[in-house]
């Protein structure tokens, strides 16, 4: 059993600046796709940005310019550096990747638990 999780969120102010990390902790042997996605109360939840396992990178119109997705593949960790924040980038975000479990296996898709992210000043 494989588990994505969330860590770097917060309370940050208007302009500031946060990154979010996202390890794959037990056992696997490739990660492919990878992306941060978010849920504000009482919407649906949206892409932020995805990343593939060589590193083309896809954003969301509303974050295009300030936010950053990277990963490491031999870490199993992606990252989301966001910058220039806004109040209504408020919301929870969620990690999630395409794993392979095994060689000869199907790839299964795994979300993160979420780690709240609040801009507000």
């Known amino acids: 059993q494989v588990q994505l999780v969330e860590s770097g969120g917060g309370l940050v102010q208007p302009g500031g600046s946060l990154r979010l990390s996202c390890a794959a902790s037990?056992?696997?042997?490739?990660?492919?796709?990878m992306g941060w996605y978010r849920q504000a109360p009482g919407k649906q939840r949206e892409l932020v940005a995805t990343?593939?396992?060589?590193?083309?990178?896809y954003y969301a119109d509303s974050v295009k310019g300030r936010f950053i997705i990277s990963r490491d593949n031999a870490k199993g960790t992606v990252y989301l550096q966001m910058n220039s924040v806004k109040p209504e980038d408020t919301a929870v975000f969620y990690c999630?990747?395409?794993?392979?479990?095994?060689?000869?296996?199907?790839?299964?898709?795994?979300w993160g638990q979420g780690t709240q992210v609040t801009v507000s000043s």
């Open positions: 999630n990747g395409d794993i392979l479990m095994k060689l000869g296996d199907r790839s299964v898709n795994r």
């Open positions: 037990g056992s696997f042997y490739r990660i492919y796709t």
């Open positions: 990343i593939t396992r060589g590193g083309d990178e």
